[in-house]
């Protein structure tokens, strides 16, 4: 099992929850304070540096118009990170591809990184939460098309090698496609993709050994994409893909009142509010998903699991904390009720958790955590053919 760590890099500095009507997309920027951010973005970029010289691997993430989280452009912090770390995997995760408009100018950046990295980039693209249809002002009904057209359209760029190619695309026109530099890795870096519950995209990530990832879901729904995922894998004759990856929030203290009181500040993340018009722009599910939510067949990131206690989102693997031990047997127990975890990425830094107890949380995990579940096995294809059966 590979371990990660992240942050979304917070703005916590805020009025107090119930004078906001929202987090995101339209809370006034007079909120933010440039000096204080300035210190807040070279604090949490020496926290990645601190993870990789802990032995821990780095994921970023990017998102706009919010101020949960202030990493609005990730190619530039992997960037700075590819020349200041030098152990660690560094995953972008991941270029909201669907509402960019050029994904060759992607292509680029992805393969600069790899090279100033020295072949550490995994390449990860998402579509993007239903708030940012708003900030990028795309159309919610094409993100899904757009996505894959871009990633497949990536992929392509990367390994032509021979001159230009021309493409044609639903939404991409280009006559000479060419780019330079082109990736250390070969054929190019792992491609990873966030989850959700559309049974297509899954399978689309399975046929193409693409790296599935999701976040704080309950550990059935985790359960559910994981088997979905493997299933196709043996439908596409694919029995050993890009491997199964899932984000809870992790603390690990040295006894439980510290780890409890770690744990309730990294549930600010949970707490971060945004106006109902913004949760699910029309077009950007399908009619029968919102029919399965509305009968509750899909519980999820709800504002309801977001609202139970501590012990309730520990119990479902959404939290995970406590001593390096009680750490150690939630980490295991995810693995077995999820049939198989082969990255576990952890957000480990939220909202007004300090840098001294960031840095505590991450070095125990390293030294008295990661060293009894690096050797978990990954998820095997004889699980998978069970699953499918």
């Not at 119930?18 to 304070?33: C, I, Q, Y």
Request: hydrophobic share 40%; net charge negative; aromatic share 10%.
């Amino acid at each position: 099992m590979q371990a990660w760590f992240f942050t979304e890099m917070p703005y916590p500095h805020l009025p107090p929850m119930e004078e906001m009507s929202t987090m995101r997309v339209s809370l006034p920027s007079k909120h933010f304070d440039p000096k204080v951010g300035a210190d807040l973005y070279n604090r949490y970029l020496d926290e990645y540096m601190i993870a990789d010289d802990l032995g821990l691997n780095m994921v970023l993430n990017e998102h706009h118009q919010t101020a949960t989280c202030m990493d609005t452009c990730v190619p530039l912090t992997a960037a700075i990170l590819a020349r200041q770390t030098s152990k660690g995997r560094i995953c972008i995760l991941g270029n909201p591809i669907a509402n960019r408009g050029d994904p060759i100018r992607i292509a680029e950046e992805m393969a600069m990184i790899d090279c100033i990295s020295r072949g550490r980039l995994d390449a990860g693209f998402v579509r993007g939460v239903p708030y940012e249809v708003f900030a990028a002002n795309s159309n919610p009904t094409q993100t899904v098309e757009r996505l894959w057209e871009g990633i497949d359209l990536c992929i392509k760029a990367w390994t032509t090698t021979d001159g230009p190619f021309n493409f044609e695309g639903q939404f991409t026109h280009r006559r000479a496609i060419n780019i330079w530099p082109r990736p250390l890795q070969s054929p190019h870096p792992q491609v990873w993709i966030t989850g959700s519950s559309d049974l297509e995209n899954i399978k689309r990530a399975a046929s193409r050994g693409i790296t599935f990832a999701t976040f704080l879901q309950p550990h059935t729904k985790v359960k559910w994409m994981f088997d979905a995922y493997r299933s196709a894998h043996v439908d596409t004759g694919m029995p050993d893909g890009g491997g199964t990856s899932y984000m809870p929030l992790v603390f690990v203290g040295d006894n439980m009142e510290e780890a409890e009181k770690g744990a309730k500040a990294l549930t600010w993340y949970l707490d971060a509010k945004t106006e109902p018009q913004y949760r699910n722009p029309p077009g950007y599910v399908p009619v029968d998903f919102n029919v399965a939510a509305l009968k509750g067949t899909f519980t999820g990131r709800t504002e309801a699991m977001r609202k139970q206690s501590i012990e309730y989102l520990k119990d479902q693997g959404v939290l995970i904390y406590g001593t390096p031990d009680d750490v150690v047997k939630q980490i295991k127990r995810l693995h077995d009720l999820t049939g198989g975890l082969d990255n576990l990425l952890m957000m480990m830094q939220a909202g007004f958790l300090d840098h001294a107890s960031t840095v505590k949380n991450m070095t125990l995990f390293a030294k008295e955590v990661y060293p009894q579940i690096r050797d978990l096995p990954r998820s095997q294809p004889l699980n998978v053919k069970a699953a499918a059966e």
